[in-house]
């Protein structure tokens, strides 16, 4: 009887866990303002950009419906590329000045129509904190 009932606890569990959230990509499309921008897993767990930095570098990300991607700072691009979707990764390919690329994956651990934060997955990886813009 304990098995039987345990079963049932642990099957779905397991269905659970089992069922990877995928980022839906028509959220993604658009601009999305920096709002946040820390380094979790760097020597210093505080270290974060000041708010008054990002306001006069106005940073952004852009994905377009044509799986391109942009990155801003100051006022000009910072980086650019393709990218594609994979359960909770966005996996960007930059294109580098020199005509190489190098591709990375983004985690994205929460994505809505107002909202993402993602981060980059090495040692001090940046999570930025983002909103949409209008």
């Not at 006069?56 to 044509?66: E, G």
């Not at 990218?83 to 983004?106: A, L, S, V």
Request: net charge positive; hydrophobic share 35%; with cysteine.
């Amino acid at each position: 009887m304990i098995k039987k009932t345990l079963l049932l606890f642990i099957i779905p569990l397991f269905l659970i866990t089992a069922c990877k959230h995928s980022i839906k990509e028509n959220l993604l499309y658009g601009d999305w303002k920096y709002i946040k921008i820390d380094h979790p897993k760097g020597d210093d767990m505080t270290d974060t950009i000041p708010g008054d930095t990002l306001k006069a570098a106005a940073p952004y990300i852009r994905f377009t419906n044509k799986n391109q991607l942009y990155i801003n700072w100051g006022g000009k691009i910072l980086s650019h590329g393709t990218y594609t979707t994979n359960g909770d990764n966005i996996n960007y390919t930059e294109q580098m000045p020199d005509g190489k690329t190098r591709t990375f994956p983004f985690w994205v651990s929460h994505l809505d129509t107002k909202t993402i934060i993602f981060e980059t997955l090495d040692n001090n990886g940046a999570r930025v904190t983002a909103i949409k813009n209008n």
